[in-house]
C-alpha cells in the first residue's frame, strides 16, 4: 500500500482494527464471523500479535508472562472457543473441587466456596458476621467511593482482608484507589435499585437472573499454555506486525491513519489498544486524562520436589495487613497437569503491585530468595533450593480503575457517538480479564454501525479469589 505523499491512491481498506493483542484479534474473529464481506487489517507495533498473552517453556516447566487462564463462565469467550476448536483440548480447573486459601494471621486458610460459608468460617468473628447483616438497613452510599470505603460501609471493615485478597488476585490493586462505581458498576446498581445489596442479589436469585453468581464456574488454560489462544485468534487475518500508528484523523476520504511506513484509510476503525497507548493515539480528541494508573508485577516460577506438601488448589493470596512479601502463589501444577516434569511440582508467585513496585527493582537472585523465604513460612517446601527458578518480568503493567474512570468511559461513548466509524475497547477500558476483553471487542465491533448503542444494564461480576 503506497503513501499518500507519492500521489498513487490507496485502497482503502473496510476496517483497520489498530492493535493486534487480544482485544484486536478478538474483534477480527468476530468481524469474520458477523460481517464477512468487510476487509480487514490488523496494525500492531511490535514484531509479534498476542499483546501481553505469553507462555514459557523451560526445562519442562510450562509457565505463564501475562495471564494464567480465565473462567469459562461468558459467552463470548465460549464462542471462541469452539470457533477456534479449542473446546476438546481446553484444561479445566473447577473452582468446586479447587481450594483457594488466604493468608491470615500467618497461617493459610481455605476461602468459603459460597457467600453463606462466611457463617462458619474462621476467617470472620462472630461480631463481624454479625455485621454483614447491617447491608439490609445500610443506604446506599452517596458519590464514588472505593472498593475499600464501599465494603466496610455496607459490611463492616471485618471483610477488608477478603475483599483486599480479591482485588489483589484481580488487579494486583489498592482497594482504596480502586473505583467501585468503576470495577463493579453491576454491584452497585443493585445496591442503588434494592437498597441493599442482600436484597438485590435474593431477588436476582429468584427471578433466575443471579443463577450464574450461585453456581461456580472452571478456570481455563491450555496444554501448549494460554499462548496457544492468540496463536489461534491470530490465524487467517491480514495482520501486519512491526507497524506503529501515531495519528489518526477523520477526513472527507474516511479515517486516516498515518503509520512510521506511511499513511493508510479505512472506513472504519477499531482502537484495540490499552487504554493508555489509546489515550496517546486520542489525544487530539481531548480526552479527560492523559493517563490511567499501572500496576507492575512480575511472576517468579519455582520448580520443586513434589513432596506432597502443596494441597489441590488453586493457590492463596496475602491481604497487605499480612505483611508478607509475595503477593500470593499458584499452585500452577495442581490445577493444569502437565506444568511441571514428573515428580515436580510448579509454583508461581506474584510479587510488586500497585503497593509495592520497588519491590521490583531487585535483582532476579534476591527476588528468588526473598521469595522462597516468604513461601517457606505457608507451605512445608523441600529443604534446599529449589530446581527450578525463573523471574518474568512481563512488558507493560495492569490498568488500574482508579478515580474517576467513569468519566473517561463516558467520553469514549462520545467519542464513539461524535465519530460514526470509530469503536474503542481494549486492556484496562472496561476490565482487566480475558473474559472483560472479548466481551468489550464485540461491543466495539457493533458500534461501528450503530455508535453510543447501550450494551443493557452492568453486569453483575461474581467475585472469585
Known amino acids: 500500500m503506497a503513501n499518500l505523499s507519492t500521489g498513487i491512491a ?27 464481506e468487510l476487509s480487514c487489517l490488523l496494525l500492531e507495533k511490535s514484531e509479534q500479535s498476542g499483546g501481553v498473552i505469553r507462555s514459557h517453556e523451560e526445562e519442562g516447566y510450562l509457565c505463564e508472562w501475562g495471564p494464567h487462564g480465565f473462567l469459562d463462565n461468558k459467552e ?92 489483589t488476585g484481580t488487579f494486583s490493586g489498592d482497594l482504596h484507589r480502586l473505583s467501585m462505581d468503576a470495577v463493579m458498576p ?117 520448580g520443586f520436589v513434589d513432596n506432597n506438601s502443596i494441597p489441590k488448589g488453586f493457590g492463596f493470596l496475602t491481604p497487605e495487613c499480612e505483611g508478607r512479601f509475595t503477593l500470593g502463589c499458584m499452585f500452577t501444577s495442581r490445577m493444569f497437569p502437565g506444568r511441571a516434569p514428573q515428580g515436580k511440582v510448579l509454583l508461581e508467585a506474584l510479587v510488586g503491585g500497585r503497593r509495592h513496585p520497588e519491590r521490583l527493582d531487585l535483582d532476579d537472585t534476591e527476588m528468588i530468595r526473598r521469595v522462597v ?12 533450593a529449589p530446581h527450578f527458578a525463573r523471574v518474568l518480568r512481563p512488558r507493560g503493567g495492569i490498568p488500574q480503575m482508579e478515580g474517576d474512570h467513569l468519566n473517561l468511559l463516558s467520553w469514549r461513548t462520545a467519542l464513539e457517538q461524535n465519530n460514526q466509524g470509530l469503536g474503542l475497547c481494549g486492556f484496562g477500558w472496561d476490565g482487566i480479564g480475558i473474559n472483560d476483553m472479548t466481551r468489550s471487542a464485540r461491543q466495539a465491533i457493533r458500534a461501528l454501525d450503530q455508535p453510543g448503542t447501550d450494551s443493557g444494564a452492568p453486569e453483575v461480576k461474581p467475585v472469585y479469589f
Open 373 to 384: 523465604a516468604d513461601l517457606r513460612e505457608l507451605l512445608a517446601l523441600p529443604e534446599g
Open 76 to 167: 463470548e469467550s465460549r464462542e471462541i472457543l469452539a470457533d477456534l476448536d479449542l473446546m476438546a483440548v481446553m484444561q479445566r480447573a473447577p473452582l468446586k473441587e479447587f481450594h483457594r486459601y488466604l493468608c491470615r494471621r500467618g497461617r493459610l486458610r481455605a476461602l468459603p466456596q459460597k457467600p453463606q460459608e462466611l457463617i462458619t468460617s474462621k476467617l470472620l468473628s462472630p461480631w463481624d458476621k454479625v455485621r454483614l447483616l447491617g447491608d439490609l438497613w445500610k443506604k446506599p452510599l452517596p458519590g464514588h467511593p472505593t472498593i475499600g470505603q464501599w465494603a466496610a460501609y455496607r459490611f463492616g471493615k471485618g471483610v477488608l482482608p477478603l475483599v483486599d485478597a480479591a482485588v
Open 186 to 302: 453491576g454491584v452497585r446498581r443493585l445496591e442503588v435499585e434494592y437498597g441493599s445489596l442482600l436484597r438485590g442479589m435474593k431477588a436476582r436469585a429468584k427471578s433466575g437472573k443471579g443463577k450464574g453468581i450461585t453456581s461456580l464456574p472452571a478456570m481455563i488454560n491450555f496444554p501448549q499454555g494460554l499462548e496457544i489462544l492468540v496463536q489461534r485468534l491470530a490465524t487467517g487475518h491480514d495482520i501486519r506486525t512491526g507497524c506503529r500508528v501515531h495519528s489518526l484523523e477523520k477526513s472527507e476520504q474516511g479515517w486516516r491513519l498515518g503509520t512510521d511506513s506511511g499513511v493508510l484509510l479505512a472506513e472504519h476503525v477499531i482502537c484495540a489498544l490499552p487504554v493508555n497507548a489509546a489515550l496517546e493515539l486520542l489525544a487530539p480528541f481531548q480526552p479527560p486524562v492523559a493517563r490511567v494508573p499501572l500496576s507492575h508485577i512480575c511472576n517468579v516460577s519455582l
Open 10 to 36: 490507496m485502497k482503502k481498506k473496510d476496517v483497520i482494527i489498530v492493535g493486534a493483542g487480544l482485544s484486536g484479534l478478538a474483534c477480527a474473529h468476530f468481524l469474520k464471523q458477523e460481517r464477512p
